[in-house]
């Protein structure tokens, strides 16, 4: 039963009845540009909430995806995973959500929520294999979902994040992947005011990377390729910048870092970042997933060094994370588009030619 008189008669789940028609923009083949297409949303169990869709930004993983990349997609597949919107019914169980309120749905819509990582907010590494936005089998009726680029969601109330008063909605969708992927290892490794960070690779990821240091109070250096990234980097907020492709530069830089936040989505040699960490120092690596060449021992033995990886992060965290940027008035740097522009866009991606985030405005429809 729900805890407030304030959801009317008709949108409760009760009246909402069964499966419901949704619309949405999906590819029936690796080689197929999307189109539009429709299905069904499930009917509500009792703790789930539907989500009237307002804007859906497009990550990397969305045209990997869709282009079956890494292996695994089942056609039809519909992507997106960093989802904002407004419920608009509620589950007979559901007390954490109201009709009307603004929400958001990241990479997950459902896991076990008994074993040890779901117990401890790591839902992403559920034993039982959490349950993805899109591409992934349901746990009770085995119906593959269906992500962001529709009109409606319906998703396990826990996965539904509070969207904090007053922020920007419009903003808020690329924070559900790229706000998340980025936070969760600089909160991990506890990166702040004495933190000397240093972000490679200037693109959806690298571009939060720089302002979530900032914003925790780290001194945050740009490493690219590219003088003109470097300028950007100090306008979304870096400290300094080192052109890697500059062999004095990257010498000089030896041993200055406590944390290096690796973005680059391709696989890369390491070698050269890992001289760059100072003693203890880590790097992190949260964009390439293709193997990766090898790196010399000695430079991690050596000062004591570091290595690893980070995926998403729990909901606790992402939640913890949206807070965070409502109150320091952080947002990602969006570029809008309508819905039918979104094979334009995906080609645009794969040049790299966005700044940083290309988020769908699901109001000029579907
Ligand atoms: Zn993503
Ligand atoms: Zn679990």
């Known amino acids: 039963m729900a805890t407030t008189a304030e959801p009317s008669p008709t949108t409760t789940a009760e009246a909402a009845g069964g499966p419901t028609k949704a619309k949405g923009w999906g590819t029936d083949a690796p080689d197929q540009p999307l189109h539009p297409m429709e299905f069904e949303r499930r009917a509500l169990r009792p703790d789930d909430v539907a989500i009237q869709i307002t804007y859906a930004g497009i990550c990397h993983s969305d ?3 869709a282009r079956n990349d890494w292996g695994g997609t089942r056609y039809p597949v519909i992507p997106g995973h960093e989802i904002v919107g407004t419920v608009t019914a509620i589950g007979n169980e559901v007390t954490r959500h109201r009709v009307g309120d603004t929400v958001a749905v990241g990479c997950m819509v459902d896991s076990c929520m008994e074993c040890d990582q779901c117990l401890e907010g790591w839902e992403v590494f559920c034993r039982k294999g959490c349950v993805q936005t899109y591409n992934s089998e349901d746990y009770h009726d085995h119906t593959i979902s269906k992500g962001g680029y529709t009109d409606h969601v319906v998703v396990r109330d826990h996965f539904c994040l509070k969207v904090p008063e007053g922020m920007d909605v419009s903003k808020i969708a690329p924070l559900l992947c790229a706000g998340i992927t980025t936070y ?13 960070m240093a972000v490679v690779g200037l693109g959806g990821l690298g571009h939060m990377g720089v302002k979530l240091g900032a914003a925790l109070g780290a001194h945050v250096t740009m490493i690219t390729t590219t003088p003109s990234k470097g300028k950007d980097a100090r306008e979304l907020g870096a400290h300094d910048v080192i052109i890697s492709t500059d062999e004095q ?15 680059i ?10 001289n760059l960490l100072g003693r203890s120092g880590r790097m992190v690596i949260v964009g390439a997933l293709t193997p990766m060449p090898g790196f010399t021992g000695f430079n991690i033995i050596w000062w004591n060094r570091a290595v690893g990886g980070s995926a998403i992060g729990g909901i606790p965290e992402t939640q913890e994370m949206l807070d965070f940027c409502a109150a320091k008035g952080i947002y990602p740097d969006c570029e809008f588009i309508e819905m039918n522009q979104v094979n334009e866009a995906y080609e645009r991606l794969l040049k790299n030619d966005v700044r940083y985030r290309f988020v769908i405005d699901m109001s000029k429809g579907l």
């Open 63 to 65: 045209l990997h995806t």
């Open 184 to 196: 969760s290892p600089l909160r991990q490794y506890n990166v702040g005011p004495n933190t000397k």
């Open 249 to 263: 530069q990257m010498r000089d830089a030896a041993t200055r870092f406590d944390f290096i936040l690796n973005t």
């Open 265 to 274: 989505p391709v696989s890369h040699e390491i070698d050269g970042y890992l």
